[in-house]
């Protein structure tokens, strides 16, 4: 555990700001008045995802790996915390859907509906629990494939 340690940590601080993420979607309207423009902003968590990446690979370099670290071991550092945060996500997702905003689900779907976007029986099946955990399921290492490939490249030092 000490070896991973640095990506555990790290892992933790990602579902965190995931959670505040989403409260402060919430706070602002985008899981109810606003939700229409919620597809759009959404994506901006984007940002402080790849700095979490960011910080969590300069740090392993830096305390773990003397100041010096390859691309394949700055790589595998972000595919351990993404493993980390994938694991972790249908628990994110309850969290999300169960206490922080519970009515997202009705909302999407009737916003999805009166917008003439979804029937009602495809907004009903998109919009769950079981369905967001199962995209987080396949999002997470995706996009965590992704960003500890684009990472790894600016964080590797001889």
């Known amino acids: 555990m000490k070896n991973i340690g640095i990506e555990i940590k790290w892992a933790i601080y990602f579902v965190a700001m995931t959670l505040a993420w989403m409260l402060m979607e919430k706070m ?8 229409e423009k919620h597809p759009i902003y959404t994506n901006f968590i984007a940002i402080p995802a790849i700095a979490i990446y960011v910080f969590g ?8 790996y003397g100041g010096k670290m390859t691309y394949l071991q700055g790589f595998i550092t972000g ?3 993404t493993a980390i945060v994938t694991i972790l996500s249908p628990v994110t997702q309850y969290v999300t859907s ?6 997202f689900f009705t909302n ?17 099946k998109y919009f769950s629990l079981g369905n967001y955990i199962k ?15 684009l990472v790894a490249l600016f964080t590797k030092k001889k």
């Open 28 to 35: 602002t309207g985008l899981h109810s008045t606003h939700i």
């Open 57 to 64: 690979l300069l740090e392993k370099r830096e305390k773990f």
């Open 79 to 81: 595919l351990i915390i």
């Open 98 to 103: 169960t206490f922080i905003t519970p009515e």
């Open 108 to 124: 999407a779907i009737d916003a999805s509906v009166r917008l003439k976007l979804m029937t009602q029986a495809d907004a009903e």
């Open 135 to 149: 995209q987080g399921l396949i999002g997470a290492p995706v996009m965590g494939i992704i960003t500890s490939a």
